[in-house]
């Protein structure tokens, strides 16, 4: 501060060496401006700067001061140039220093509590350290398996930016192609313990793709084996868990091995929970549809459920959905059995406290305002499927999952993303675009539109998203204007494929873009 003092002083010792001749720079601040214009604008820009050198409010502690415009402080047209261009350069030293060093520590905000400080700025070196020192900590042990080995994503292949290592840790219990539903999903480290939630409402199994560059894959590897150790036993049977990170952020333990479980202390408390992930310190973008991606290609069923972690099933949503099917063949079935090719659309919900596991007890939290369809305060569109007002209202047959009806993806419902079960025959979603820029399962979507795909919505199976209904803000937060950067790019990026697919499938009026 007193160097930003002693540097606003340069004028007006320079300014009292010149005569006190009179001219525009003489009037008040205001008629300045307004009379300078009128000369030249190198005057008028020298003023300007001058101005902005001369008013600065400094705050400390309790105390302020107001470091303006002096008697004898006027830019005198007598001034010999070399005082002048020492006056502006003054001038953009301190104009720049005030714009880009610390404008809210000398405008308007109070110092920071020391310790305060300090621990802000070392936060990301004690959560790099925290995490290298859990990989130190790692118990490993070696597979039963041959040599592991990576691959390229499902989408881009060899030139996917990403290494996959499947059946990073598999489940203990294996199914039949026809045996179940697998339920896909994927994560970061932060969210692993939804992982749990979702083994003890499936019975099926799960296929897990969890994103760990650098230190995330200490942070993954002892989360899954706390979860597996002192977690629900449907963790340890029925998932399975695949890790993939970028070429330039490999893991930085042994990927080759895998946690020894047996290390786990139940009865500590898990301790990784408070260490921020090296994604979030790098801000590096989330790459949800390679994650998508891979859980759906590692499942051995011949029926998928790709969803998010945070999605909860109904109760005894994959029996009773191969049910149906069985149904369907018998021809017992027949609304949708004669639509090819065809998925099976799950309506999505989201509650205020409890979650239901029958269409009865989430019916009546809906007529109470205490459910809406998912996203319905956020992005009205996004899960809002058609003939909604008539899905709540009837409550179907208890235990059976029977097909409500059978829609396409077509204007006025372009922008419904529903969730659905499929098989791995689909398309896959685009692994060009991020969680952060959104819209990542439009492009999807928008290819089954183009291959005239059949949704079949479901009566009775439902997800429901954690507790918690999501409403809008009134206005722009900090936290949505930091996806800006990768909004614009996942936009460019949505362009360049609506170009590629219209190449081609060729254009459709009916399947619009979004």
């Excluded at 308007?108 to 130190?136: G, I």
């Excluded at 695949?242 to 042994?254: E, K, T």
């Amino acid at each position: 501060m007193l160097t930003a003092l002693l540097i606003l002083l340069i004028p007006y010792l320079l300014s009292s060496r010149g005569p006190a001749a009179q001219d525009c720079f003489s009037y008040p601040y205001s008629v300045h401006l307004l009379k300078c214009k009128k000369k030249k604008s190198k005057s008028s820009t020298k003023f300007a700067l001058f101005i902005l050198a001369q008013v600065v409010v400094c705050g400390e502690q309790d105390k302020w001061w107001v470091c303006g415009r002096g008697s004898g402080m006027a830019w005198k047209r007598s001034w010999r140039r070399w005082q002048r261009w020492a006056c502006l350069g003054a001038a953009v030293v301190v104009s720049a220093w005030l714009l880009l060093a610390a404008p809210c520590a000398l405008l308007a905000c109070p110092p920071r509590d020391p310790a305060e400080a300090a621990a802000a700025t070392h936060q990301p070196h004690r959560d790099r350290d925290a995490a290298l020192l859990v990989c130190s900590t790692l118990s490993f042990t070696t597979t039963d398996h041959q040599q592991r080995q990576t691959q390229g994503s499902p989408q881009l292949d060899k030139d996917s930016p990403y290494n996959v290592l499947y059946e990073w840790l598999p489940a203990s219990r294996s199914f039949g192609a026809n045996e179940s539903v697998t339920y896909t999903t994927h994560t970061t480290p932060e969210m692993i313990t939804h992982v749990g939630e979702l083994a003890t409402r499936w019975s099926g199994p799960l296929s897990v793709a969890v994103f760990v560059p650098y230190t995330d894959f200490c942070l993954a590897a002892a989360r899954v084996a706390y979860l597996r150790a002192c977690g629900p036993v449907e963790v340890r049977e029925q998932v399975s868990w695949h890790f993939f990170w970028p070429h330039d952020s490999p893991p930085a333990a042994d990927w080759h091995l895998i946690v020894d479980e047996k290390t786990c202390d139940c009865n500590a408390e898990e301790t990784t929970a408070s260490i921020r992930t090296f994604r979030t310190e790098e801000v590096l973008p989330y790459p949800v549809n390679v994650a998508r991606n891979v859980a759906r290609t590692a499942a051995s069923t011949w029926y998928v459920l790709p969803s998010d972690v945070e999605l909860y099933p109904s109760e005894g949503l994959a029996q009773q959905f191969l049910a149906m099917i069985s149904r369907m063949t018998e021809g017992l079935e027949v609304r949708a059995a004669h639509v090819s090719p065809r998925v099976y659309v799950v309506p999505v919900f989201e509650v205020g406290s409890s979650v239901p596991a029958t269409k009865e007890e989430l019916l009546q939290q809906y007529h109470r305002h205490d459910a809406v369809y998912f996203h319905r305060h956020v992005c009205a569109h996004c899960q809002r499927f058609p003939a909604i007002a008539e899905w709540v209202t009837q409550p179907g047959t208890p235990g059976t999952i029977k097909t409500f009806s059978v829609v396409k993806r077509e204007f006025p419902y372009h922008r419904w993303e529903p969730i659905y079960i499929c098989t791995k025959q689909e398309p896959l979603y685009d692994e060009r675009l991020s969680w952060e820029g959104l819209q990542d399962k439009m492009t999807q979507m928008h290819e089954l539109c183009l291959q005239e795909y059949n949704l079949v919505i479901l009566d009775r199976a439902f997800l429901v998203h954690a507790p918690g209904i999501k409403r809008r803000g009134k206005s722009k937060t900090k936290d949505e204007t930091w996806r800006e950067p990768f909004v614009i790019k996942n936009s460019k990026i949505y362009d360049q494929i609506m170009e590629e697919m219209q190449k081609k499938y060729g254009h459709s009026e009916k399947c619009r873009r979004h």
